[in-house]
């Protein structure tokens, strides 16, 4: 059989996303929010919904990228969410460290 004739029994996709972290997988919804046909290519398992202590990491978003996550029809959990006025971080090392004030950005 030649390759052509392989991939005819294929599903076709408008578009294919590489990686469903929370930046793509939110695109993937929005994208098939819009009609789109999309692909979601992930190497791990598909989640599951938390249970016990939440992750420690932390995820920052601004009011635009909130409001993108929004019009996927995802939601954040409000418990977890709330607006920062400062962030302090560092490594482990001590090599690497980031400061943001609201106080000194406005």
């Known amino acids: 059989m ?4 392989q991939r005819s029994g294929q599903n076709d996709h408008d578009v294919i996303i590489v990686g469903g972290g929370m930046v ?11 009609g789109f046909s999309v692909g979601l290519v992930e190497q791990d398992d598909a989640p599951t919904p938390p249970s016990g202590d939440y992750d420690l990491r932390i995820s920052s978003l601004n009011a635009r990228s909130l409001a993108f996550v929004k019009a996927s029809g995802t939601s954040l959990p409000e418990e977890r969410s709330c607006p920062f006025r400062h962030i302090d971080v560092s490594n482990q090392d001590g090599t690497g ?5 609201a106080k000194i950005a406005a």
């Open 97 to 101: 460290h980031s400061l943001f004030s």
């Open 24 to 34: 793509g997988a939110a695109l993937a919804a929005r994208l098939g929010h819009t």
């Open 2 to 5: 030649q390759q052509s004739e």
